[in-house]
């Protein structure tokens, strides 16, 4: 007997088709601006259908930012896991992350800014790359990979800096984008930890 081949739910991979379209979109050009009927016409489908996504502009945002962090955390997670060598993690992650945040304009970040329940997506990615950094920092130094440092305290510091990052303090204080400042957070941090004789 030939088993059934199982078809692929169109209205889901439709779904995640204009969720991705929306997040480009969003990337280059922020969200509040935009209505659903520009939308529509940018995505070249009808209100109903974006309806079908979420029954709301706000809903709109609030799934297409969160499909954006979930996406990029995942991607962050493969690349970290696929490097064998303790000490390399840290750098991996943090310079994963700052490619994640590359396409994102400054008009996206403004928005996620303005817009708490989008902004607030934003904080809870934050936090938990954070938390994984220092997890990260624990291993390393507990392979040999890494001097002997106090990994909370390094993990809870790298965990303020990214924090401030995010809520654009760094940005103010630098004039850095994010995706900027996460590049010189991976060199100050690894940098910190490589295994090396100190002065005196």
Do not use: W
Not at 107 to 124: I, K, N, Q, S, T
Not at 163 to 169: D, L
Request: glycine share 8%.
């Amino acid at each position: 007997m030939t088993p059934t081949r199982v078809q692929p739910d169109r209205a889901r991979v439709r779904r995640d088709e204009l969720l991705d379209g929306l997040v480009d979109l969003y990337l280059a050009e922020g969200f509040l601006a935009l209505g659903v009927g520009d939308l529509a016409a940018r995505l070249r489908c009808s209100r109903s259908t974006l309806y079908d996504v979420a029954s709301s502009k706000e809903q709109l945002i609030q799934a297409a930012v969160r499909r954006y962090f979930q996406r990029a955390a995942e991607r962050i997670a493969t690349r970290v896991d696929a490097e064998p060598d303790p000490g390399e993690r840290i750098p991996v992650s943090l310079a994963a992350v700052a490619e994640e945040l590359e396409p994102a304009s400054a008009r996206f970040h403004a928005d996620l800014e303005a817009y708490a329940p989008a902004g607030e997506v934003y904080r809870d990615n934050t936090r938990h790359a954070a938390r994984r950094v220092q997890e990260l920092v624990a291993d390393g130094v507990a392979a040999g990979a890494l001097r002997p440092v106090d990994a909370t305290f390094v993990g809870a510091a790298t965990a303020q800096v990214m924090t401030a990052i995010q809520s654009g303090a760094i940005g103010e204080a630098t004039g850095l984008d994010d995706a900027s400042a996460y590049r010189r957070l991976a060199d100050l941090v690894v940098h910190g930890l490589e295994r090396r004789a100190l002065p005196g």
